[in-house]
C-alpha cells in the first residue's frame, strides 16, 4: 500500500512472487505456500503450524506462464524485514517445492521469478535422512533448495524491479490462516484489461518484453544461454559460486561437508567450497601405524622380536625374542688350562665365542704331584707341589747309608782300609795307598817260585810282600 510523507505518495513496500511449474498432466495443480518473517531457515521438513500460510489453487501454467502472490510486511516490523517463503506445487502425486529468501527494500516494488523444475522431483541416492530421497531433498539437507535449473543453490536472491503480472496483495500478517484454512482463492487465468504481460518466450535475452522491460540485461556469460528470456546454465554446465560451471568440474555442492577416513584410521571432514570442489580438511584422530604393517626390533642377546598393527591402527604387542645367541658382545670368559693357568676367549658381535687364547699363568707342577731327589749319604727326600701349581719345600733327607759315596776308613787291617761304595755301605778292606798287601795278623801271604813249595807274606810294618820266599811250616826260614 502507498504511504503518504510530507506530502508526497511513497510506492508501497511490497514482494510480488511468479511461480512457473513443469508438473505432469492436465489438471489443477495445488500451489501451497508457507512464509516466515525473520532470518531463520527450515529445515528439511516443517510443520505446517510453525509458520503462517496460505494456499491458493490455480490452473495449470505451462512453463513462462506464471502464477504469483504478493507479500508486504507486516504491520508494526520494518520496512527492510527478511521474509523466507517455501512454494510447494503439487498434481498427480509429484510435488515440487523451491525456498527463496530475501529482503524488502523500503517503498519498493520487487519481483522473484521462481521456476519449479520437473527434475528437483527426481529420485536421488545422497540423501543422509531423507526418505524418499529426491534432488530437492538432498538440496534441503545441505541448507540449500532446488533452483531453477534443477540443480542445488542457495535460497537467498535479491528481488528485481522488472516488472512481472501483478497480483492481489495477500497481506503478511497474523490474520492468514495455515495451510488447511478456507481461505481460498481461484485464479481464472484472467489478466485485468489494463494489465500487461510480460513475454519473453522466443525473444532473446537484452530484448523488450512487450511491457517496457526487458528479457534480461546484456548478453549471457560464458557457460549461460538464454531460456525464457533470462540467462541460465547451458547444456552441460551448473551454477556454482555464481557463476556456471561445466559439469566435469563439479563434484559437490558448495557448503555441504563429508566425512572421509583418513592416515591411521583417523577422519576428516572435508567441505565444498564456493568453486563447487571438495577442499580436504585436517586429518585427526588417527593411530600410530596402518593395519597390517609389522615393526622389528633387537632384543636379547643378537636376536628379534615383531608386533604388529592392528586394526585400530595401534600397535599390538611385542613377541618373544627369537634367534638368539649363546653370550651377549663383547663379554669375555675365561676357563683353567695346563698347570693352574688360565685361558680367555671373547663373545663376537654376533653374539658367538671366539677361540680360545693361549694358555698362560701357568705352574711348573700339578696340584698333588711330588718330586724326590738324592740327599745326604744315598738318601732321598720330596716334595709336594700345591694348589697354586709350585712346589713346596723338600722334606727331612731319609734311608741314608752308613758313609758317604768315596769315603774311607781304617781299623780293619794294619795295612788296609775300607772304602764307602756309591751304595753308601763300607765295602771289603783293601791295602791302603801306597801298600801291596794286607797284613791279616801275619796270615796272609802268596805263593813264590824260589822254591818248590814257597810262599811270601805281607810285612807288617811295609805292608810289601817279602823277598823271601820260605816254605810253608818253616817260614821265615828260607829254602
Same mark, same amino acid.
Given at each position: 500500500?502507498?504511504?503518504?510523507?510530507?506530502?508526497?505518495?511513497? $510506492?508501497?513496500?511490497?514482494?510480488?512472487?511468479?511461480?512457473?511449474?513443469?508438473?505432469?498432466? *492436465?489438471? $489443477?495443480?495445488?500451489?501451497?505456500?508457507?512464509?516466515?518473517?525473520?532470518?531463520?531457515?527450515?529445515?528439511?521438513?516443517?510443520?505446517?503450524?510453525?509458520?503462517?500460510?496460505?494456499?491458493?489453487?490455480?490452473?495449470?501454467?505451462?512453463?513462462?506462464? +506464471?502464477?504469483?502472490?504478493?507479500?508486504?510486511?507486516?504491520?508494526?516490523?520494518?520496512?527492510? %524485514?527478511?521474509?523466507?517463503?517455501?512454494?510447494?506445487?503439487?498434481?498427480?502425486?509429484?510435488?515440487?517445492?523451491?525456498?527463496?529468501?530475501?529482503?524488502?527494500?523500503? &517503498? =519498493?516494488?520487487?519481483?522473484?521469478?521462481?521456476?519449479?523444475?520437473?527434475?528437483?522431483?527426481? $529420485?536421488?541416492?545422497?540423501?543422509?535422512?531423507?526418505?524418499?530421497?529426491?534432488?530437492?531433498?538432498?538440496?534441503?539437507? &545441505?541448507?540449500?533448495?532446488?533452483?531453477?535449473?534443477?540443480?542445488?543453490?542457495?535460497?537467498?536472491?535479491?528481488?528485481?524491479?522488472?516488472?512481472?503480472?501483478? +497480483?492481489?496483495?495477500?497481506?503478511?500478517?497474523?490474520?492468514?490462516?495455515?495451510? %488447511?484454512?478456507?481461505?481460498?482463492?481461484?485464479?481464472?487465468?484472467?489478466?485485468?484489461?489494463?494489465?500487461?504481460?510480460?513475454?519473453?518466450?522466443?525473444?532473446?535475452?537484452?530484448?523488450?518484453?512487450?511491457?517496457?522491460?526487458?528479457?534480461?540485461?546484456?548478453?549471457?556469460?560464458?557457460?549461460?544461454?538464454?531460456?525464457?528470456?533470462?540467462?541460465?546454465?547451458?547444456?552441460?554446465? *551448473?551454477?556454482?559460486?555464481?557463476?556456471?560451471?561445466?559439469?566435469?568440474?563439479?563434484?559437490?555442492?558448495?557448503?555441504?561437508?563429508?566425512?572421509?577416513?583418513?592416515?591411521?584410521?583417523?577422519?576428516?571432514?572435508?567441505?565444498?567450497?564456493?568453486?563447487?570442489?571438495?577442499?580436504?580438511?585436517?586429518? %585427526?584422530?588417527?593411530?600410530?601405524?596402518?593395519?597390517?604393517?609389522?615393526?622389528?626390533?633387537?632384543?636379547?642377546?643378537?636376536? &628379534?622380536?615383531?608386533?604388529?598393527?592392528?586394526?585400530?591402527?595401534?600397535?599390538? +604387542?611385542?613377541?618373544?625374542?627369537?634367534?638368539?645367541?649363546?653370550?651377549?658382545?663383547?663379554?669375555?670368559? %675365561?676357563?683353567?688350562?695346563?698347570?693352574?693357568?688360565?685361558?680367555?676367549?671373547?663373545?663376537?658381535?654376533?653374539?658367538?665365542?671366539?677361540?680360545?687364547?693361549?694358555?698362560?699363568?701357568?705352574?711348573?707342577?700339578?696340584?698333588?704331584?711330588?718330586?724326590?731327589?738324592?740327599?745326604?749319604?744315598?738318601?732321598?727326600?720330596?716334595?709336594?707341589?700345591?694348589?697354586?701349581?709350585?712346589?713346596?719345600?723338600?722334606?727331612?733327607?731319609?734311608?741314608?747309608? +752308613?758313609?758317604?759315596?768315596?769315603?774311607?776308613?781304617?781299623?780293619?787291617?794294619?795295612?788296609?782300609?775300607?772304602?764307602?761304595? =756309591?751304595?753308601?755301605?763300607?765295602?771289603?778292606?783293601?791295602?791302603?795307598?801306597?801298600?801291596?798287601?794286607?797284613?791279616?795278623?801275619? =796270615?796272609?801271604?802268596?805263593?813264590?817260585?824260589?822254591?818248590?813249595?814257597?810262599?811270601?807274606?805281607?810285612?807288617?810294618?811295609?805292608?810289601?810282600?817279602?823277598?823271601?820266599?820260605?816254605?810253608?811250616?818253616?817260614?821265615?826260614?828260607?829254602?
Amino acid at each position: 500500500m502507498a504511504s503518504a510523507v510530507g506530502g508526497c505518495v511513497l $510506492p508501497a513496500t511490497l514482494v510480488e512472487v511468479l511461480v512457473e511449474t513443469e508438473l505432469p498432466g *492436465t489438471g $489443477p495443480i495445488d500451489l501451497r505456500v508457507w512464509v516466515r518473517e525473520g532470518d531463520r531457515t527450515f529445515g528439511a521438513t516443517m510443520p505446517p503450524r510453525a509458520t503462517q500460510t496460505f494456499s491458493m489453487v490455480t490452473r495449470r501454467s505451462r512453463l513462462g506462464d +506464471a502464477s504469483s502472490f504478493v507479500l508486504i510486511p507486516r504491520e508494526g516490523s520494518a520496512r527492510d %524485514s527478511i521474509v523466507t517463503a517455501r512454494v510447494e506445487a503439487e498434481a498427480e502425486g509429484v510435488v515440487l517445492r523451491r525456498e527463496v529468501r530475501f529482503r524488502f527494500t523500503p &517503498n =519498493t516494488h520487487g519481483f522473484v521469478r521462481l521456476v519449479l523444475r520437473g527434475s528437483c522431483a527426481l $529420485p536421488d541416492t545422497r540423501c543422509r535422512t531423507i526418505e524418499p530421497c529426491t534432488r530437492q531433498a538432498v538440496c534441503e539437507e &545441505n541448507g540449500q533448495t532446488c533452483g531453477d535449473n534443477g540443480v542445488c543453490v542457495t535460497p537467498q536472491v535479491i528481488p528485481t524491479t522488472s516488472r512481472g503480472r501483478p +497480483a492481489n496483495p495477500i497481506p503478511f500478517d497474523a490474520t492468514m490462516s495455515d495451510a %488447511s484454512g478456507p481461505d481460498v482463492a481461484e485464479d481464472s487465468g484472467v489478466a485485468p484489461a489494463d494489465a500487461c504481460v510480460p513475454n519473453c518466450m522466443g525473444r532473446r535475452c537484452g530484448e523488450p518484453n512487450g511491457c517496457g522491460g526487458i528479457c534480461e540485461s546484456g548478453p549471457c556469460a560464458g557457460g549461460e544461454a538464454c531460456n525464457l528470456g533470462r540467462c541460465e546454465c547451458a547444456p552441460g554446465f *551448473t551454477s556454482c559460486g555464481g557463476m556456471c560451471r561445466p559439469d566435469a568440474d563439479i563434484e559437490c555442492t558448495s557448503g555441504m561437508t563429508r566425512s572421509m577416513s583418513c592416515g591411521t584410521c583417523g577422519t576428516r571432514m572435508d567441505r565444498c567450497g564456493a568453486d563447487c570442489r571438495w577442499a580436504n580438511g585436517m586429518c %585427526s584422530g588417527g593411530g600410530s601405524c596402518m593395519p597390517g604393517e609389522t615393526q622389528r626390533e633387537a632384543c636379547g642377546r643378537c636376536g &628379534n622380536r615383531t608386533r604388529s598393527c592392528g586394526m585400530d591402527c595401534n600397535w599390538g +604387542a611385542w613377541g618373544g625374542c627369537s634367534g638368539e645367541g649363546v653370550c651377549t658382545a663383547g663379554m669375555t670368559e %675365561s676357563m683353567g688350562c695346563g698347570n693352574c693357568g688360565t685361558q680367555t676367549r671373547m663373545c663376537q658381535a654376533d653374539c658367538r665365542w671366539g677361540t680360545f687364547s693361549a694358555c698362560g699363568g701357568a705352574g711348573p707342577c700339578t696340584p698333588g704331584q711330588t718330586s724326590s731327589q738324592a740327599c745326604g749319604n744315598c738318601g732321598t727326600q720330596s716334595r709336594s707341589c700345591s694348589a697354586s701349581c709350585q712346589w713346596g719345600a723338600f722334606g727331612t733327607c731319609n734311608g741314608q747309608g +752308613a758313609c758317604a759315596p768315596g769315603a774311607t776308613r781304617t781299623g780293619c787291617d794294619m795295612c788296609g782300609v775300607e772304602r764307602c761304595s =756309591t751304595s753308601c755301605t763300607w765295602g771289603a778292606c783293601t791295602p791302603r795307598a801306597g801298600a801291596q798287601c794286607l797284613h791279616q795278623s801275619g =796270615t796272609n801271604f802268596r805263593s813264590c817260585t824260589a822254591c818248590r813249595s814257597g810262599i811270601q807274606f805281607c810285612l807288617p810294618t811295609s805292608c810289601v810282600w817279602s823277598t823271601a820266599c820260605c816254605t810253608s811250616g818253616s817260614c821265615p826260614r828260607c829254602l
